[in-house]
């Protein structure tokens, strides 16, 4: 599969799933049809399908204007508020999104908001804004417990897996990350690496399951407690 950022606002990855070049494109969660429309006008391709994490709105705006291009599916989570769903999916559902071959498994992840859900086929994570590289989303609508549950289900997927996330935090994240564990070499590592790319104009991701679990201080929290106290922490930071 091929796995292309489109950038949207002023941080924010659109991802393009494609089985190979020139094939129609999954898109997941077009915050904004512009920049997906001249994407695909650029590769002179269609739309497949659209995958939808949660209702935020820089996750779901594109959605109606794509429709009015394209009559495509729409799969998300079971949230009314969610306008164009054509599937409504929760915990353990599978299925092939139009235009690819995978199958993909719902994972339900509350915690940034109560109907946030990540995608997950062998090798891929799409997470939105549960699971970002060196933090997680904040916590607008769930508990810490239900929070710090959702993480570790991702953190237990097989540690090769890519991990794609739908913002560009990673810098501001591992500069928290620093201070929370500042004798973690990983994560000093991780700093110069993050800001090479970014010098490149290169996104610092897709992150792997196996690098989270050495850099992201909100998978090292031992209990709810210490996972609400990093977040709250880092919302002030
Ligand atoms: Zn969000």
């Known amino acids: 599969m091929l796995i292309t950022p489109i950038s949207a606002f002023d941080d924010n990855y659109i991802w393009a799933i494609q089985p190979v070049a020139g094939a129609p494109a999954v898109i997941v969660d077009p915050g904004d049809h512009r920049p997906v429309l001249a994407w695909l006008e650029q590769q002179d391709i269609e739309l497949a399908s659209i995958l939808i994490t949660h209702h935020h709105w820089d996750h779901t705006d594109g959605v109606l204007p794509l429709l009015e291009h394209f009559k495509v599916p729409v799969y998300g989570p079971r949230n009314p508020v969610i306008k164009g769903l054509s599937t409504q999916l929760a915990d353990g559902d599978s299925f092939i999104p139009e235009g690819l ?13 109560l109907d946030h859900i990540s995608f997950y086929t062998p090798g891929l994570l799409f997470c939105g804004d549960t699971l ?8 607008f609508e769930g508990t810490a417990p239900q929070f710090l549950a959702s993480l570790r289900k991702l953190a237990e997927l097989p540690a090769s897996t890519a ?11 591992l500069r928290f990350a620093a201070a929370a564990e500042p004798d973690n070499p990983s994560i000093q590592k991780a700093q110069q690496e993050v800001s090479n790319w970014r010098r490149d104009h290169k996104p610092s991701l897709p992150s792997s399951i196996a690098r989270e679990l050495s850099i992201n201080p909100f998978l090292h929290a031992r209990n709810a407690e210490e996972f609400a106290q990093l977040r709250q922490w880092k919302d002030k930071f």
């Open 101 to 113: 071959e995978q199958r993909f498994t719902v994972i339900e992840t509350p915690g940034h908001t």
């Open 132 to 139: 970002f590289s060196a933090g997680c989303g904040r916590m």
């Open 163 to 173: 991990v794609y996330c739908t913002h560009e935090y990673t810098a501001a994240n």
